[in-house]
Nanobody, 122 residues
Framework: QVQLEESGGGLVQAGESLRLSCAAS????????MAWFRQAPGKEREHVAT????????SYADSAKGRFTISRDNAKNTMYLQMNSLKPEDTAVYYC???????????????WGKGTLVTVSS
C-alpha cells in the first residue's frame, strides 16, 4: 500500500508561481505512475499532469500546458508540480495520485493524497 502526502499549497496572486510536492511511502516509488489532479469548488476532479515511473513520459491537460511542469525525484520518493503564471481559475485543491499498472485516472488510482489547497487571487 502506498501513502501520499501533498504540500506546498497556499495563497498567491495571479502571475505568481508555486511548487507542489507529493511525498510517497510504503511502496517502491520508482515502480509507480504518478499524477496530479485538481478539484475546484463545485466542479469535478480533473487531470492536471501525469509522469511515468522514470520520468521519461509526461502529459498535461490543455489548461496546464506551457505553465506547469511535472517532475519526480525517485531518490527522494517525491513528485513535484511547478506552477507558473498562475491564474484565478487555477484555484483548487490539488491531489496527487499513484498507480502501479498504468496512468492514474480519477476513477482508477491505487492511492490518493488528502490534497493541498491552492488559491490564486486576481
Amino acid at each position: 500500500q502506498v501513502q501520499l502526502e501533498e504540500s506546498g499549497g497556499g495563497l498567491v496572486q495571479a502571475g505568481e508561481s508555486l511548487r507542489l510536492s507529493c511525498a510517497a511511502s510504503g511502496r517502491t516509488f520508482s515502480n509507480l505512475w504518478m499524477a496530479w489532479f485538481r478539484q475546484a469548488p463545485g466542479k469535478e476532479r480533473e487531470h492536471v499532469a501525469t509522469i511515468s515511473q522514470l520520468g521519461s513520459i509526461t502529459s498535461y491537460a490543455d489548461s496546464a500546458k506551457g505553465r506547469f511542469t511535472i517532475s519526480r525525484d525517485n531518490a527522494k520518493n517525491t513528485m513535484y508540480l511547478q506552477m507558473n503564471s498562475l491564474k484565478p481559475e487555477d484555484t483548487a485543491v490539488y491531489y496527487c495520485a499513484a498507480r502501479l499498472m498504468g496512468r492514474p485516472t480519477h476513477r482508477s488510482a491505487d492511492a490518493w493524497g488528502k490534497g493541498t489547497l491552492v488559491t490564486v487571487s486576481s
